[in-house]
């Protein structure tokens, strides 16, 4: 059974880096089947993508995170990372990591969720 | 503003069925392959259709869906109590390069 574990901080601070890591059992980052996604849900609103990556490197990010947004996967320790520069309280959200379809990127395993607040 | 559109909420009652739709563009819905997620209280989405129609496996099929021209719905028969939560639909964005999810409709159960 695939299962999907978030791990980082709960507070970050206005203007830094928000960093998050996704712990995967059950599959392998370097399976070629997939790609590994990040999407967020600010509270009491709805899901927004972040972005998602291959293990091969391939890369695709929400035009509007774009400029703000880095993703890594590490295969030795089966994770992939999100790290998300200058946030603000917008940025406060409940942060999932998801198993996406290789071919049409539909996400059908989730984690549980990580929540972040950016506050000072 | 989401790029998928859907109504914010649905309400029917036990043992009846609803619909919930999905209005996008050519460059999603029309050209590519609509999901739909499930979010029930307090926890993570579900995938519980992708491919417009194909379900997961352990989905039971009450849940249906299809899709038309600029606009996807998913239906649910047979309602029950269980079924309240919140419903996506998602699909990837030619032309965005992005995947793209509806603003969300929660079903209430009456």
């Known amino acids: 059974q695939v299962q999907l574990q978030e791990s980082g901080p709960g507070l970050v601070k206005p203007s830094e880096t928000l960093s998050l890591s996704c712990t995967v059992s059950?599959?392998?980052?370097?399976?070629?089947?997939?790609?590994w996604s990040w999407v967020r849900q600010p509270p009491g609103k709805g899901l927004e993508w972040i972005g998602n990556?291959?293990?091969?490197?391939?890369?695709n990010y929400n035009p509007s995170l774009k400029s703000r947004v880095t993703m890594s996967v590490d295969t030795s320790k089966n994770q992939f990372s999100l790290n998300l520069s200058s946030v603000t309280a917008a940025d406060t959200a409940l942060y999932f990591c998801?198993?996406?379809?290789?071919?049409?990127?539909?996400?059908?395993?989730w984690g549980k969720g990580t929540t972040v607040t950016v506050s000072s | 503003q989401s790029v998928l559109t859907q109504p914010p909420s649905v309400s029917a009652a036990p043992g009846q069925k609803v619909t919930i739709s999905c209005f996008g563009s050519?460059?999603?819905?029309?050209?590519?392959?609509v999901s739909w997620f499930q979010q029930l209280p307090g926890s993570a989405p579900k995938l519980i259709i992708y491919?417009?129609?194909k379900r997961p496996s352990g989905i039971p099929d009450r849940i249906s869906a299809s899709k038309s021209g600029t606009s996807a719905t998913l239906g649910i028969t047979g309602l029950q109590t269980g079924d309240e939560a919140d419903y996506y639909c998602g699909a990837w964005d030619s032309s965005l390069s992005a995947w793209v999810f509806g603003g969300g409709t929660r079903l209430t159960v009456l």
């Open positions: 050519n460059s999603n819905i029309v050209t590519q392959y």
């Open positions: 059950g599959d392998s980052v370097n399976s070629g089947s997939y790609y």
């Open positions: 491919d417009n129609y």
């Open positions: 990556i291959h293990y091969t490197g391939r890369i």
């Open positions: 998801a198993r996406a379809n290789y071919f049409y990127y539909y996400m059908d395993v």
